[in-house]
């Protein structure tokens, strides 16, 4: 055998390897006929991708030896594509060490069956980039890219590196793209999860529509497009601001608004309890107002 094919037969032993001691961290979350992957978090809780599980409260998880538990939702977060799970039994797993993303290196998604038996794809960890916000405004530590081709089932397990250190949970983002949100978000997210049902947010209590800017105002306004106050929550942080319904809100901290997207990153955990200026017109006039950021209900 030349020493090239050893190499490779290495690499096959290696990934085996890895493979063969993480497995029972992918199991099966079943509905009916319908199954996805998730993530063996703790013994006790499962973790998998929120937007493809359904709202059911109970599901199923098939295990890797042919177990079959029963398991309940107890938290969501559509922010980080995140969702909780408290099983009735535990699972015993090995503790794995939080791994590093690193452009170039391997990654190994391991997910299930409908039966639970394991199922693996390896590739290349195509990108990684700084903390970014999806479009529901949730907060995640690093934009990890996969070059790996991913089934809707298999969404939802564990991502590991050569070494079988966690890199994160799979799932998929615009088409044709397969991501890994990080052991970090996991780490920060879960918990939250776990003892309140969701993840903080920053909260003003606000209903907004994206609206153009008058002609008459869009120079003193310095944008085209803002967004308009359709209602204001009962004592709630803007209505506390005086904020009223009809008002047209132009930026919050000086970040100008064209869309929801822009208001959910700026209204993160870290935005709770902190004061933001609000620009909005009102009447015909530019007005600023100072709102105290709450926690959303």
């Known amino acids: 055998m030349t020493p090239e094919l050893n190499l490779l037969q290495q690499l096959s032993n290696a990934f085996e390897a890895v493979v063969a001691s993480t497995q029972d961290r992918a199991v099966a979350i079943r509905n009916g006929s319908r199954h996805v992957s998730g993530l063996v978090w703790q013994p006790d809780v499962v973790v998998a991708s929120e937007q493809t599980i359904g709202q059911q409260d109970e599901y199923e998880i098939a295990t890797a030896n042919g177990r079959a538990i029963r398991a309940e ?29 690193r452009v170039g290196g391997l990654a190994l998604v391991v ?27 949730g907060r995640i530590e690093q934009r990890i890219a996969l070059d790996i081709r991913l089934q809707r089932t298999e969404e939802g397990g564990p991502v590991f590196d050569a070494s079988g250190a966690l890199i994160g949970m799979s799932t998929l983002g615009r088409p044709g793209e397969v991501l890994a949100i990080p052991t970090a978000t996991l780490e ?3 918990p939250q999860l776990l003892s309140e049902g969701r993840a903080a947010r920053g ?6 529509q994206p609206i153009a800017v008058p002609d008459a105002l869009i120079e003193q306004a310095g944008q085209r497009i803002a967004m308009m ?21 132009l930026t919050v901290d000086g970040v100008s608004l064209r869309g929801l997207h822009r208001l ?6 870290d935005s709770i309890g902190t004061s933001m200026e609000l620009r ?14 709450g926690r959303r209900p």
């Not at 107890?74 to 980080?80: A, E, K, S, Y």
């Not at 997910?111 to 916000?133: E, K, L, N, Y």
């Not at 909260?203 to 907004?208: D, F, I, N, R």
């Open 73 to 101: 939702v107890v938290g969501r977060d559509p922010g980080t594509n995140l969702l909780a799970l408290r099983l009735s039994e535990r699972i015993e797993v090995a503790p794995v060490p939080a791994g590093a993303a």
């Open 280 to 293: 909005l017109i009102r009447g015909g006039q530019i007005l600023k107002l100072s709102a105290q950021v």
């Open 229 to 249: 106050v359709m209602s204001v929550a009962e004592r709630g942080p803007a209505a506390n601001a005086g904020v009223t319904a009809g008002d047209i809100l």
């Open 188 to 190: 920060r997210i879960v």
């Open 264 to 269: 959910l990153t700026q209204l993160s955990e």
């Open 203 to 208: 909260w003003l209590g606000v209903a907004l």
């Open 111 to 137: 997910a299930a069956s409908a039966d639970g038996t394991p199922a693996a794809r390896v590739g290349a960890i195509r990108s990684v980039g700084d903390q970014w916000f999806s479009r529901a405004g």
